[in-house]
């Protein structure tokens, strides 16, 4: 069972990173990480997720052609999502999408800590669409632009922190949602230094897809 991890940006040190915690969360599938080499260096606000779609779908037509069990969209903002989904005969999974169906399932309340403030608006939108909007406490900007996450990792990580923690002091929130898939990097921090769960989005998609994929194997087999 392979399940194809697509990074929407052209940054293949994020989805090394996105592989590797998705391989460490459900070790029994097979992830294998594409990078859009033809996509922005990160997606940051809708323009930079306009310019990823097109790449986007055509690595899922490939996914979809190669005999994929599922597809991971590799960003926080669902990029292309739907359209992805309607053209995939295999499940297919954001990681925003997974971690607030992760926060529903246990009746959490949440706030996503993210990037730059030009992804709020995006991520709402998002949560609102889903149907989760009763849940979310707030969506907050760390401030700390995408590609940062992996050359300044000890910064990013402390303006993080920081917000995640102002998220808990005044959003009444019982997890803290990491808004990026470059967050990866800070997972453990943010769990060692809150006192409330702490929803990493590559570990939710991964651990998702697990029984999601396997269901659709089964399926096939029934038929």
Known sequence: MTVIIINPNRTEA????????ARTTAPGIAFTGWTSHDGPPAIQGRE???AATQPLLDLADR?????ASGIIIGCFDDTALAEVRSRASCPVMGLGQAAFVHCALRGWRFSVVTT???S????????????????LGRVRASGVPVLALETSPQDASARILDE??????RDRVDAIVLGCAGMVHVTDTMRKHLPCAVIDPVESAAGSMAWLARGGLERKAAL
């Open 116 to 118: 730059l403030p030009v």
């Open 164 to 169: 995640a923690r102002a998220a808990v002091d």
């Open 48 to 50: 930079d997720g306009l």
């Open 14 to 21: 994020m989805t090394d990173a996105m592989v590797a915690m």
């Open 120 to 135: 709020v608006p995006i991520l709402e939108e998002n949560v609102a669409a889903y149907g989760y909007g009763t849940l």
């Open 63 to 67: 996914a979809e052609a190669s005999g």
